[in-house]
């Protein structure tokens, strides 16, 4: 049916608690989400403006700034915030996050206003990636909205009655319509945004809403669709004082490599060179840029085993920090950041890892991650982590740790167990990178610890494994069975235990109806009583009481 892929019905209003609108410049909120605005006005709902940039690349910033002003007295929303960002430099940088993320936790904002990940404008596409990880980072819906760029809506906004409130607004911003007819073009797209509604709807304005969970879902089918990798970069193309970070990407040109790339150019952290090593001859070529930062595709003439690319990779890679990432995965925006800093902050540390979640081929989460604590027994019985949940500094490569080139499986494991042994590994808590799981990397084949590639790796570092570590694995060996009986009995006693909270629930609910059932009799009693003596007293009050008084009394006579 087509109204299962296009909204056939408009809503009046979305629901908010409180609305943060994100402007790129000083117009975009009024295009963009004018009716939205005057729409929670009249529901009752606050509304903030956050115009991000100072819109000087196209006009007198201080004037765009009073007319925005205007414009917003217009819509009664009150009084713009403004960033004053460089116009056509907006960065989706830590710092800018930061703020933002403060600014929704201020006004406890869970529904953010931001162009779409589809507009043209690299302002505006900055803006976008900044509404979409501060949304995930508080748990807030995104609107996302169109200007310069359709995109595909989930939602249809009825602003009929607020086109003319709309128009007023527009109005306000006059040196932006003496350079092109925004008001106009604006007004026939929410025109137009009316083919799929009832006769009488006079405009509306389209929206894609998401979740939260759902953007980091829909992330990367929205990439899919708009690689923001080959983008020219907005900005300088990196931060001087924060340490170079080197993503090492190793490719056989899959299909999903611009996945991968655009999970990069989203990232917040400032200063990072992509690396991607050709694992094949005749790789596609690739652009001299992922969004804002460098990029150099290092080819070959022979097929590369995954143990030699990587290698090829550490030798190629400038940074202080180094970070893997296969041509099926991705990483969240956060990623390198978080761990960047935990680094910098705690410098006897060499390597620190996060959560990452598995998902399916199609990108799909399959409700499984890897997220545990750092146990060195543990990573010597098997992996803890993928090769993108870890940023390293390069002091461990300076130290002599290498993939092993007789691995073909398995090779992250055993350079982990490589760095394990020159530092401790810092955990950081939480999901920011997702790992892809499917068959045609053939590393789940035969992966289980009886399989050959763990044999192998079991092979290699038994000799080198510590009187101390030989005798934790034996003591966690011998207390398995007992731990896995006292695990038995708690869930045992916890299966009895929600028994009875569920007796004592069912308890409540009936003495809860039995004491509604005396509450609606004890109501129904009173009613009754008030109705009685309303009756009475409406009796004794009327004339006819009064007039057959004389033939009471005499009645009252004769039965005496």
């Not at 700034?65 to 819509?75: D, F, G, H, N, Y």
């Not at 936790?105 to 900055?126: I, K, N």
């Amino acid at each position: 049916m087509e109204s299962d892929l296009f909204p056939y019905q408009a809503t009046a209003t979305l629901p908010a608690r409180h609305a943060l609108v994100l402007a790129p410049h000083a117009d975009d909120e009024v295009f963009g989400c004018g009716g939205a605005i005057a729409a929670h006005v009249l529901a009752g709902v606050p509304v903030s403006v956050v115009i991000l940039t100072n819109g000087a690349a196209h006009g007198d910033a201080s004037v765009r700034t009073a007319e925005s002003r205007s414009a917003a007295a217009v819509l009664g929303c009150g009084e713009p915030e403004f960033w004053d960002a460089p116009d056509r430099a907006l960065r989706h940088d830590e710092a800018m996050l930061a703020r933002l993320v403060a600014k929704m936790q201020d006004t406890g904002a869970d529904l953010l206003y931001a162009p779409s990940p589809w507009e043209v404008h690299p302002d505006h596409r900055a803006a976008a990636s900044l509404a979409a990880e501060a949304a995930r980072r508080t748990g807030a819906r995104v609107a996302f909205y169109e200007v310069g760029s359709p995109l595909r809506p989930n939602v249809l906004l009825d602003i009929s009655a607020h086109a003319a409130a709309k128009k007023q607004a527009m109005q306000c911003f006059a040196s932006q319509l003496a350079q092109q007819d925004y008001e106009r073009q604006i007004s026939g797209l929410n025109e137009y945004r009316t083919y799929t509604l009832p006769r009488g709807t006079l405009a509306a304005e389209a929206y894609l809403v998401l979740s939260s969970a759902e953007l980091e879902s829909a992330l990367p089918a929205l990439l899919q669709a708009n690689p923001v990798s080959a983008a020219v970069a907005s900005g300088p193309a990196g931060d001087a004082q924060a340490p170079l970070v080197s993503v090492l990407v190793r490719s056989v040109d899959r299909e999903h490599l611009r996945e991968a790339l655009d999970s990069v150019a989203l990232q917040t952290y400032p200063n990072i060179e992509v690396v991607v090593i050709a694992a094949k001859p005749e790789h596609n070529p690739l652009p001299a840029r992922c969004g804002p930062f460098p990029l150099r595709l290092v080819t070959t003439d022979e097929q590369l085993p995954r143990s030699r690319a990587a290698n090829k990779a550490l030798a190629e890679a400038r940074g202080q920090f180094l970070l893997f990432l296969d041509d099926d995965d991705w990483l969240m925006p956060g990623h390198v950041a978080r761990l960047a800093a935990v680094l910098l902050k705690q410098p006897l540390t060499k390597a620190a890892y996060a959560g990452v979640a598995l998902v399916s081929p199609d990108g799909t989460p399959l409700g499984q991650d890897t997220d545990l604590p750092f146990d060195g027994i543990r990573q010597l019985a098997g992996n803890l982590m993928p090769i993108h949940a870890v940023l390293f500094d390069k002091a461990v490569v300076d130290s002599g740790c290498r993939f092993d080139e007789a691995l073909d499986r398995f090779e992250d494991w055993d350079f982990w167990l490589q760095v394990a042994r020159l530092t401790t590994f810092a955990h950081v808590p939480g999901v920011s990178a997702a790992y892809r799981i499917h068959e045609s990397s053939g590393v789940h084949d035969d992966s289980g610890p009886m399989g050959d590639p763990t044999q192998q790796i079991y092979q290699k570092w038994q000799s080198m494994w510590s009187a101390g570590q030989a005798r934790q694995m034996m003591q966690r060996v011998w207390a398995t069975e007992d731990l896995q009986y006292r695990v038995d009995l708690q869930e045992a006693a916890l299966i009895q235990l929600r028994g009875e909270v569920d007796q004592h629930i069912q308890t409540v609910h009936q003495l809860s109806f039995t004491l509604e059932q005396q509450r609606v009799h004890s109501e129904y009693l009173e009613r009754l009583a008030s109705a009685r003596e309303k009756a009475v007293n409406d009796l004794i009050a009327s004339s006819s009481w009064r007039v057959t008084a004389p033939l009471r009394w005499l009645s009252s006579k004769l039965r005496r």
